[in-house]
């Protein structure tokens, strides 16, 4: 199984600029998918941003031009790199990884999540 770890979280002002990253480990035979999404308090996961293994991204409506996803598959690391920030981006946000497991099983596996909150 894949274990992700993330970091990079906090507090900072409207306008300002956070990065996120996630970390796996663990023995699998792919990662596919990686991505991000975020949760606020009383509502739903919802998507942040997809990213595939060959660099195809996906973004949700809200954060289309101020935030970036990448990733480093030789370092199985994903970044979220977040500018233009706005109060109502505050929420845990969660790294998501999709892929096969070495008996080739699919799995989705999620981080413990990391703490965004923007003030006004």
């Known amino acids: 199984q894949v274990q992700l770890v993330e970091s990079g979280g906090g507090l900072v002002q409207a306008g300002g600029s956070l990065r996120l990253s996630c970390a796996a480990s663990g023995v699998t035979f792919s990662i596919n998918d990686m991505g991000w999404y975020r949760q606020a308090p009383g509502k739903q996961r919802d998507l942040v941003a997809t990213?595939?293994?060959?660099?195809?991204?996906n973004y949700a409506d809200s954060v289309k031009g101020r935030f970036t996803i990448s990733r480093d598959n030789a370092k199985y690391r994903v970044y979220l790199q977040m500018n233009s920030l706005k109060p109502e981006d505050t929420a845990v946000y969660y790294c998501n990884a999709e892929g096969l497991g070495l008996d080739r099983t699919a799995f989705r596996s999620w981080g413990q999540g990391t703490q965004v909150t923007v003030s006004s």
């Open positions: 990213i595939s293994s060959g660099g195809s991204t």
